[in-house]
T-cell receptor
Framework: NAGVTQTPKFRILKIGQSMTLQCTQD?????MYWYRQDPGMGLKLIYY???????DKGEVPNGYNVSRSTTEDFPLRLELAAPSQTSVYFC????????????FGPGTRLTVL | GQQVMQIPQYQHVQEGEDFTTYCNSS?????IQWYKQRPGGHPVFLIQ?????EVKKQKRLTFQFGEAKKNSSLHITATQTTDVGTYFC????????????FGSGTRLSIRP
């Protein structure tokens, strides 16, 4: 299993540009999450999903959109990039039996200039 | 809204000393999880606590969940250089068990 994969690893955007951060998991987990981590800070929940077709807002959803058309994929969309969205973005999936372990992807480092 | 706070923010210890980080929630939690993040890496799941007053051990790490299920602690005995990183707690409420909120983390550095 590859686990949770994220693309791209790095990206530089200009203010006002848009992009989609990709996240895929091959563990058949229903629960998936997007977090952002600003330098030296903790993780803030952006959006999460409990299954295909179901998404919900986290702590900091403004400026982002998500969709969940399949169990495997959970893309995060930035429509009008702003400097405040400069951060490292982590996607995670979670098993919902046993230990409820949350598995994180390697992250996407985004800079908005 | 739900808040999870962690103290201290930073801890610098001599190798071999003990280390403790504390996690406090503004609301009762259904469970609490602990993660470790190495510099430049992604968070890695360590453990989940579910029961009131639960204590779990992993080698030199001891995790506790408070009786009221609003606080938790992670204690490392005799730290080693491999323990360097940031330790996060994360919890969810009964009313929204799928929504996991992270604490701000405690960054541990160690003098060899």
């Amino acid at each position: 299993n590859a686990g949770v994969t994220q693309t791209p690893k790095f990206r530089i955007l200009k203010i006002g540009q848009s992009m989609t951060l990709q996240c895929t998991q091959d563990m058949n987990h229903n629960y998936m999450y997007w977090y952002r981590q600003d330098p030296g800070m903790g993780l803030k929940l952006i959006y999460y999903s409990v299954g295909a077709g179901i998404t919900d807002k986290g702590e900091v959803p403004n400026g982002y959109n998500v969709s969940r058309s399949t169990t495997e994929d959970f893309p995060l969309r930035l429509e009008l990039a702003a400097p405040s969205q400069t951060s490292v973005y982590f996607c995670a999936s979670r098993e919902t039996s046993g230990t409820d372990t949350q598995y994180f992807g390697p992250g996407t480092r985004l800079t908005v200039l | 809204g739900q808040q999870v706070m962690q103290i201290p923010q930073y801890q610098h210890v001599q190798e071999g000393e003990d280390f403790t980080t504390y996690c406090n929630s503004s609301t009762t939690l259904s469970n609490i999880q602990w993660y470790k993040q190495r510099p430049g890496g992604h968070p890695v799941f360590l453990i989940q606590l579910v029961k009131s007053g639960e204590v779990k051990k992993q080698k030199r790490l001891t995790f506790q969940f408070g009786e009221a299920k609003k606080n938790s602690s992670l204690h490392i005995t005799a730290t080693q250089t491999t323990d360097v990183g940031t330790y996060f707690c994360a919890g969810s409420r009964y009313s929204s068990a799928s929504k996991i909120i992270f604490g701000s983390g405690t960054r541990l550095s160690i003098r060899p």
